[in-house]
């Protein structure tokens, strides 16, 4: 099947920091890629879409000046949480659909922020 | 509004047959999917629903009935690797995935 890998896979900074994290879709052509946030015991929420060539669509409720998203390729998304603080910290999961039917989504490995 | 409902949390024994439901209300449907989820790890693709019925794969197994707004994914045979979060997720007519919250199934021996 389809792979996405995601990077780094578990990061700490320090506050006020930024943190970037990498989603590429290494056997497909991700034409559109998403990005998820999910809290411990909490379901995926969705943050925003992305579509390659594209300004991102934020989900209502996240900011777009500290979660900067850039798919400047049909194969690397990316994710930048600028200015980070203590909650922020969360599991951040990236998925990948190419142009195919039935939608299927391809997730990457998740990236575990942690901000001191 | 959008809303997927399904149990918080369930329990089975080892070897048995467990029945996770989904129930949803949604804006359009373009097919339901479920994932499950082992702690600290990304969703993995179980199986898509789109037309009316039981789809086999496995000791895995879903149902769909779009009259009803249901689905329920069927686990037989139990394996204690099994313990996992599952999500249900309906595509909504702008092709957008709504989230389940999922449901955390515990398998004892």
């Known amino acids: 099947g389809a792979v996405v890998s995601q990077h780094p896979s578990w990061v700490i900074c320090k506050s006020g920091t930024s943190v970037k994290i990498e989603c590429r879709s290494l056997d497909f052509q991700a034409t559109t890629m998403f990005w998820y946030r999910q809290f411990p015991k909490q379901s995926l929420m969705l943050m925003a879409t992305s579509n390659e060539g594209s300004k991102a669509t934020y989900e209502q409720g996240v900011e777009k000046d500290k979660f900067l998203i850039n798919h400047a390729s049909l194969t690397l998304s990316t994710l930048t949480v600028t200015s980070a603080h203590p909650e922020d910290s969360s599991f951040y999961i990236c998925?990948?659909?190419?142009?195919?039917?039935?939608?299927?989504?391809?997730f990457g490995e998740g990236s575990r922020l942690t901000v001191l | 509004g959008q809303n997927i409902d399904q149990p918080t949390e369930m329990t089975a024994t080892e070897g048995a047959i467990v029945q996770i439901n989904c129930t949803y209300q949604?804006?359009?449907?373009?097919?339901l999917f479920w994932y499950q989820q082992h702690a600290g790890e990304a969703p993995t693709f179980l199986s898509y629903?789109?037309l009316d019925g039981l789809e086999e794969k496995g000791r895995f197994s879903s149902f769909l009935s779009r009259s009803k707004g249901y689905s329920y994914l069927l686990l037989k045979e139990l394996q204690m690797k099994d313990s996992a979060s599952y999500l249900c997720a309906v595509m909504d007519s702008n092709y957008q995935l709504i989230w389940g919250a999922g449901t955390k199934l515990i398998i004892k021996p």
């Open positions: 998925s990948a659909r190419g142009a195919r039917e039935t939608g299927e989504l391809f």
């Open positions: 949604t804006s359009g449907f373009n097919g």
């Open positions: 629903n789109v």
